[in-house]
């Protein structure tokens, strides 16, 4: 694996090439084992212990919270200097855990360091910066179309110095994790005002009376263990009014603050995901042999390589012109690059991945590779963090306003 090549500062270069040197010494090496001990414990939820032991190294190399443009929480590196970094994670899909890297932890640390109280800091971030606790983001509801945030009909209500919460969530990454012990929920406060200012997000400790994981949701057959997307209830969850994060009716902004660099993110390690299978699909082509001659010679594979080259090329400088634009002018003047690749990068990688699984036949389905588990993983993207047909309506309605 190569450095990525784009624009970056000395400091972020370096840090690439210090985590391909984990990735290549520590990273897939245990790739099987991680599979391994989760089958052989017999617990979907089980924590292998070759996760911990990664993560105390890469701390000591300084590979930790590379996210937070906040130097006093890590190297304090731009969107566009981590976004290479993002990229290098994606190949295997929950080696970012390591660097304490993951969603949604991630946008959750960012919530609280722009909109958190110094107790909330202090109780929450801390401890999910040091990486002791990990933490969930509720938002998605099971009855309403939540590619609409003005729909959520969870409701949080005042009574005296508590808030009384109540709501079923779903696709609440992480919930299961027996290390998830808070969540950030996001329900109605104050449903007479605006539809954008209705909102709210508090702080529900899981432990919390009246909040139950109800059941794991598979993607494609796949629940994907502890860091799985459970369905939530909570019934009658009082919480005390100080865990409120940025004031009444700022839920819909804050997520929306939120969303912006977690799109990079997920972009960026998506095109590292589809990096390895393509890297996956050469290999494949080179050793197999059909009609007398390798795969790689053969015709329509040339243009499967080709054409999957041309499409992550496209959709790295996309992206990486994102972090770019969120960096030198903010999120709000790169809204229509933010939906432009959280297009585009899915249809990158559903293809790259796709092609890759026909060059492997039927091994491309099974366990013994990890396209399967990616070609879930991209699918699910197209409808995480805002469907592909609400990013383009929004790209539609902000092109069409340039000439009103």
């Not at 032991?53 to 906040?70: S, T």
């Not at 040091?130 to 609409?148: H, L, Q, W, Y």
């Not at 059941?215 to 860091?227: E, L, W």
């Amino acid at each position: 694996m190569e450095v990525p090549r784009i624009p970056s500062t000395v400091n972020a270069h370096a840090m690439s090439e210090s985590l391909i040197k984990f990735f290549d010494d520590h990273i897939y090496p245990n790739e099987d084992s991680y599979d391994k001990a989760i089958e052989e414990s017999g617990d979907p939820l089980h924590i292998p212990d070759v996760l911990d032991e990664l993560k105390e190294e890469a701390r000591k190399i300084g590979l930790w919270n590379l996210f937070l443009p906040d130097k006093n929480h890590g190297p304090g590196l731009s969107n566009l200097d981590y976004a290479p970094l993002a990229e290098i994670m994606g190949r295997v899909w929950w080696s970012s855990e390591v660097f304490n890297c993951s969603a949604p932890d991630t946008g959750n640390m960012e919530i609280l360091a722009e909109f958190g109280t110094p107790e909330q800091k202090k109780e929450w971030l801390e401890p999910l910066l040091e990486g002791k606790i990990r933490s969930c983001f509720a938002m998605t509801e099971p009855n309403v179309a939540s590619s609409d945030a003005t729909n959520i009909g969870s409701s949080i209500e005042s009574d005296g110095d508590n808030y009384v919460i109540n709501g079923t969530k779903w696709w609440t990454s992480n919930a299961i994790n027996p290390r998830a012990e808070i969540c950030i929920f996001m329900g109605v406060t104050n449903p007479d005002n605006p539809p954008h200012q209705r909102q709210s997000q508090v702080l529900v400790p899981m432990n919390t009376q009246g909040v139950t994981v109800v059941r794991p949701m598979h993607v494609f057959g796949y629940d994907d263990g502890y860091t799985g997307h459970p369905e939530v209830k909570f019934e009658n969850v009082i919480v005390p009014k100080t865990n409120l994060i940025g004031g009444e009716g700022a839920g819909f902004k804050i997520a929306q603050a939120r969303l912006g660099p977690g799109r990079i993110h997920h972009c960026m390690r998506t095109i590292g995901m589809s990096e390895r299978a393509l890297e996956l699909m050469i290999k494949r082509t080179l050793e197999r042999e059909a009609f007398g001659k390798t795969l790689s010679e053969q015709g329509v594979i040339q243009q499967w390589i080709a054409k999957s080259r041309i499409k992550i090329e496209e959709a790295r400088l996309l992206t990486l012109k994102t972090a770019w634009l969120m960096d030198t002018v903010g999120k709000d003047q790169a809204r229509i690059e933010i939906s432009s690749i959280k297009v585009s990068v899915m249809d990158a990688a559903t293809y790259v991945i796709d092609k890759a699984i026909q060059a492997h036949g039927a091994m491309g389905v099974s366990q013994d590779t990890p396209l399967a588990k990616m070609a879930a993983g991209a699918r699910v993207l197209r409808i995480a963090d805002g469907p592909d047909e609400v990013h383009l309506q929004s790209i539609a309605k902000r092109e069409i306003n340039k000439h009103r």
